[in-house]
Every structure is written in C-alpha cells, then in structure tokens.
C-alpha cells in the first residue's frame, strides 16, 4: 500500500495563513464584554422590495415593525468553538447572540429543543446564561458537549503536538486489516488507504493518556475531516456516491487534512477556552425530544430554536459517516430517522388516506399535495402534528410572560409552497401562545446544498410569548 511521509512544517505553515483569515485586528476572536454593534443600512433587493441590512452584530435595540425584513451579513460562523464541524442549517450565531440578548438576562435559563450544533448554547454560554440543549441525533449531542466544554489549554496544546508527531510515524503495516472498524458498503465509501490512515488516527486519540475531554475533542476534528476524504460528495447534504464526481483522494490525505484541521481546531478552542467562564452551565440531556421535554413547568426563562423542515435534511444520512467513525451508529439509520420531526420515514398505512390538521391554509397545500403525492402529504401532516407537540411542550416549560423565538424557513413540497412560519404562528395561537412579533431574514449562506429544487429561500423569526 503506498503512502506519503507528511510535512509538519508545510501544514504549520498553511494552517498560519487560515488563521489569519479569523482574526480581528487585535487578533482576539471574542470580546464578551463589548460586542461591537454592526452596520445598519435601508437597501433594495433584486425585486425592488425594501431590506434592512445588518452587517456584524445584531444591536439589543435594532428597532422591528412587524413584517420587516432583513439581510443580516455573519462573520462569526466559523468563530471559536462556532467552527469546529459543519451542521446542515446552522445558525449564524449573531443571531442567536442578539435574541439571547433581547429577550433573557444573565443566569437566566435558556432552552433550544432543537439545539443542533449547538450555536445557541455556546452563544448562552458566553453571555452568562445557563442553557439546555435537546436533540434526539446523537451526533449533535456529542458535538455540541465538545463545543462547550472547556479545555485545560496546556493540555490541549500539549496533546495536539503528542497527536501531530504521531502523525508524522505513520506506517500503515502499524495498522492490521482486523483493526478497520466494521460498517455498511466501507469499501464503497472509503479508498483502503484512506481507511488504514483514519484507523490509525483513531487508535492513536483514544490509547493516549489525556482526559476524555481531550480525547473528544480530537475525535470531533477526526470527524470533521471525514466527508471530505470519503468518496461521497463534500457538498450534498445526504451523504452519497455520485460517479461523475471524480473527487481526488490519495494517498496520505486523511493524515494532512487531519493534521491541518487540528491545529485549526485547537486555536479555536483555545480561543473559546480563554473566554468562557465555567460557572455556567450548558446541559445536555441524553434522553429528552423537542416533543417530550423532561423538566418542570415554568422552568425557563427564554426559548429559542430552528426546528427542522418538512421532507428536507435527512440529519442521520447526513451525518452516516462521521457516525460510524464515532461509534454512534453501525448499522440500519431507519429507527434513528424515525425519531426526527420532519422524518421521510412514514409507513403506508399511514398515507393511504388525506389527513388533516384543522388550519385552513396549510389543510388546503395538504390536500394538493396528497392529490400528487399521498406520501410526502402525510410527511408535511406529520410535521406539523410533531411541530404542535414541541409547541405545548415549551408553552409548559417557560415561564409566564416568557418568549420563545422560532426562526424557520418555507420550503417546497411536490411544487408547493409549504408555508411553514405562517402554519406554526396558527398552530401557537391555538394553543396559548400570543405572537408577539414576526420578521424576516434573508439567508445569506447554507453550507450544504439542499437536494431537489426544493430551496429554502427566506427565514422568518417568529417570538412566542407565553
Ligand atoms: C435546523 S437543525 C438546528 C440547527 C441549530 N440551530 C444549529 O445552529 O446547529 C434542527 C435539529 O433538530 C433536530 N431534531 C429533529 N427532530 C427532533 C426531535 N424530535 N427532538 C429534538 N431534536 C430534533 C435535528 O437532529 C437537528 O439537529
């Protein structure tokens, strides 16, 4: 099998000229104290209509009429622990930031039930506020307890050199067919070079001696690099083969990728580490579902979230790889799918008849849809009964008089327009919630395409009050 001696000095030098990109001036990521406020400007958009453009950070007191859109420009994605992993409809976390802001104080309580990456937890985190984070996809459990967890910073860059030189004594004869982890179609998706190099990396994070925390870490930038040395395609939100694709792996591939990709990570966290304060907790609970919240009534002080879409991301497809690799999931994806508002996986009996939600506007995209597709109406019915669910169960939650802001999308089902934000807004009234306001924001980027040419366009953030 052949391979490549890697550079150190190379990949240092390269990962010197990423950094530079992230830095601010004074080459600080985060000031927690002073947020500076971004650029506000009235603009046109293509159709002529009127945008309120913010550039940078959201002001606490950017004033909202009803209805308004905006265009908000991030620069933070990819900021601190905000980096570490790509997740399909991300939050920028400005926005986040912002709505903490508005609508919780320091040690208040924050609950996002469909948390994700994380981006509001960390965003909590670094604004003083406690934080619960519930997801029923173990991969964003994992990677969201890295993101927030702090590190000891002397062994996290003692640790990263540790793994760095061990990179550097790649061989593969170190590494014996029996220790490739075992999981669907692996030699489809993985050249045999590419398998060998990820073992090693593996068994090289987890037979060192540094903390669990550490060890985390690392796996969670192992994972990271994982799509985009597989054969599937880096830029598909399922995870597949395609033939005319002609990706370039080679040999030693796995090992620099991994190497660079450390030693990005690792700033970044130094730099998260360097301003979060340990007194406040983010929690995580293992067993709990955006439609079943195991904690008390009147318990938070501020809800926010982005639920999932109707017939969109498939999160456990997306994520297949990386699971494997983690040890989270090893064989069928079908019982994990089925947990997830939004899922595909509905089963005949269920759509073999029209059902319907009791809200006229999304009733009537039902019935057209069932008239082309009987399947993907019961997915768009099923969202909405799942969504209803997640609506009483944070309407109990929170405290009286408390917000719970939504921030969601439109999508496109069979050809029609599923207007998720206005059916949600219905769905809160009917059960107890006022809406307090409503708006718009434009997307400006997804990372990962979202199949069909069934796009998601604009977001609008809704704010519930109890
Ligand atoms: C749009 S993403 C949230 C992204 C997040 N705002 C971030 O910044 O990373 C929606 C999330 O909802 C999760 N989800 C789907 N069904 C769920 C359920 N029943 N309970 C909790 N989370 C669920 C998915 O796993 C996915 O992580």
Not at 171 to 197: A, G, H, M, V
Not at 291 to 308: G, H, M, V
Not at 457 to 465: G, P, S
Request: glycine share 4%.
């Amino acid at each position: 099998m052949s391979y490549y001696n890697i550079s150190l000095a190379e990949i240092r030098k390269n990962v010197e000229k990423r950094k530079k990109k992230y830095e601010g001036d004074d080459g600080s990521l985060f000031d927690k104290n002073e947020y500076s406020v971004g650029i506000i400007k009235e603009i046109k958009n293509n159709f002529g209509e009127t945008l309120i453009r913010v550039d940078g950070n959201i002001p606490k007191s950017l004033p909202i009429e009803t209805g308004q859109r905006f265009l908000f420009i991030s620069y933070d994605q990819t900021r601190g622990s905000h980096g570490l992993h790509k997740y399909p409809a991300k939050f920028f976390p400005e926005l986040p930031r912002w709505l903490i802001q508005k609508y919780s104080k320091p040690d208040n309580i924050v609950l996002d039930p469909f948390m994700g990456s994380g981006t509001s937890n960390i965003e909590a985190l670094l604004l003083g506020r406690h934080s619960v984070g519930i997801d029923v996809d173990p991969f964003a459990k994992f990677l969201t307890k890295v993101k927030t967890t702090k590190l000891d910073v002397e062994e996290l860059q003692e640790s990263t050199d540790f793994i760095l030189n061990s990179l550097v004594k790649y061989d593969p004869k170190k590494i014996k067919e029996t220790d490739l982890p075992i999981f669907p179609y692996r030699d489809n998706w993985f050249d045999k070079e590419i398998l060998f190099e990820l073992t090693y990396i593996k068994k090289q994070i987890i037979s060192s001696n540094y903390s669990e925390n550490i060890k985390d870490f690392q796996l969670i930038s192992l994972s990271s690099i994982i799509r985009s040395v597989s054969n599937a395609d880096n830029n598909c939100t399922r995870t597949v083969v395609r033939k005319k694709l002609n990706k370039n792996i080679y040999p030693s591939m796995a090992l620099t990728k991994f190497a660079e990709t450390l030693l990005l990570n690792s700033y970044r966290m130094t730099e998260f580490c360097s301003v979060v304060d340990t007194n406040i907790s983010v929690e995580i609970p293992s067993d709990n579902d955006a439609r079943s919240i195991k904690y008390p009534a009147n318990y938070f002080d501020f809800a926010l979230t982005s639920p999932p879409y109707a017939n969109a991301v498939d999160y456990p497809r997306t994520h297949q790889l990386e699971m494997y690799w983690l040890g989270l999931a090893n064989g069928s994806l079908t019982p994990m799918k089925k947990e997830h508002v939004g899922t595909e996986s509905v089963s005949v009996n269920d759509y073999k008849k029209l059902h319907k939600i009791n809200i006229d506007e999304a009733d009537r995209v039902i019935e057209n849809i069932f008239k082309k597709d009987p399947r993907r109406s019961f997915i768009a019915y099923k969202y909405l009964v799942d969504m209803e669910k997640n609506l009483c169960e944070v309407h109990r939650v929170l405290k009286k008089k408390s917000k719970y802001a939504i921030v969601v999308g439109n999508n496109k089902i069979r050809g029609y327009n599923f207007e998720n934000w206005k059916y949600l807004m219905k769905l809160s009234e009917r059960i107890g919630f006022k809406v307090d306001n409503y708006f718009g924001s434009e997307i400006i980027k997804h990372f990962i395409k979202v199949p069909r040419d069934e796009r998601i366009n604009t977001d609008w953030i809704i704010v519930l009050e109890k």
